[in-house]
């Protein structure tokens, strides 16, 4: 008997499907699949062993109304101001849940950079450029992968900006 790519990996069946589609069959293989879920960049940086930095959140927004996928560092957070100046938008919210899902076809706490049910605008924030490899959800709460930053923004089809919350 076979097992299929998502029972041998851990990851996402459509993740693992998406893996497959464009080439990258051979990261299922790197997936680690976590007893304890690891919803937060914090739980994820925790579990693998890497700086929080390390960890590649995608965030779904709200862009005038259209779904944003925005690729942000775990030790960051999103200026929804400079998403907005960006994109030349007028409302930039945080999207609920039922329309990450709707969007990407993943929950929060799961959604993996690419793969998603949808097309939608992806922008890249240029902090994840700061390490050799960056850690990704695999499509559940539970499974991470790791992917060089520009591999997975190219993946992703990311636009490279600056979106990341200034320090004070």
Do not use: N
Request: aromatic letters at 4%; hydrophobic letters at 40%.
């Amino acid at each position: 008997m076979t097992t299929s790519p998502a029972e041998d990996s851990g990851a996402h069946p459509r993740f693992a499907e998406a893996l497959e589609e464009l080439g990258l069959g051979e990261l299922r293989t790197r997936i680690r699949r976590f007893p304890d879920a690891t919803r937060t960049a914090a739980e994820a940086a925790a579990a693998i062993g890497c700086e929080l930095s390390q960890i590649c959140k995608s965030l779904i927004f709200a862009v005038d109304q259209e779904p944003v996928l925005v690729l942000m560092d775990g030790a960051s957070r999103v200026d929804v101001e400079r998403v907005r100046e960006e994109l030349g938008a007028e409302k930039v919210t945080r999207a609920r849940a039922e329309v990450v899902r709707e969007t990407t076809g993943y929950a929060i706490g799961g959604v993996p950079p690419f793969g998603h049910r949808t097309k939608t605008r992806v922008l890249a924030d240029r902090s994840l450029l700061d390490h050799d490899t960056v850690w990704a959800a695999a499509g559940t709460p539970h499974t991470v992968f790791p992917m060089d930053p520009k591999t997975l923004i190219a993946q992703a089809g990311g636009l490279l900006v600056d979106v990341r919350e200034r320090s004070a």
